[in-house]
Nanobody, 115 residues
C-alpha cells in the first residue's frame, strides 16, 4: 500500500533554512503529482507547492522566491527547500501524492520558526 513519510522539520530562527523530505513507498511515484501542504492549530490547510510528473511547478504566493519544490524519481522522494524562513511559516507540513482522483497523505512534520 502507499505510504508517505515526511522528515526534516525542526526549530530554526527567522531567516534560517530547512529542507523537508517526503519518502514514498511503491513503484508509482513518478506518475504522481506531489505537493506540500501546511496547517497550524486552528488554521485551514493550505497548499504550499506542487510539482507534476513532468516538472510543472506551482507555489503559493506567500512562499514564492523563498521555497523550492523538487523531486527525485530514482529515490521516490519529494523535497521542499525552505529559505528565509519567517515566523508565519510555523506549521505542520504535510506531503501529498495524487494519482488521478486518489490522494495519499503523510503524517506531517513540524516546522517552528522563532520570531
Amino acid at each position: 500500500q502507499v505510504h508517505l513519510v515526511e522528515s526534516g522539520g525542526g526549530f530554526v530562527q527567522a531567516g534560517g533554512s530547512l529542507r523537508l523530505s517526503c519518502a514514498a513507498s511503491g513503484s508509482g511515484f513518478r506518475s504522481w503529482l506531489m505537493s506540500w501542504y501546511r496547517q497550524g492549530p486552528g488554521k485551514q490547510r493550505e497548499l504550499v507547492a506542487s510539482i507534476s510528473p513532468t516538472g510543472i511547478i506551482d507555489y503559493a504566493d506567500s512562499v514564492k522566491g523563498r521555497f523550492t519544490i523538487s523531486r527525485d524519481n530514482a529515490k521516490n522522494t519529494a523535497y521542499l527547500q525552505m529559505n528565509s524562513l519567517k515566523s508565519e511559516d510555523t506549521d505542520v507540513y504535510f506531503c501529498n501524492g495524487r494519482f488521478y482522483a486518489r490522494n495519499f497523505w503523510g503524517r506531517g512534520t513540524q516546522v517552528t520558526v522563532s520570531s
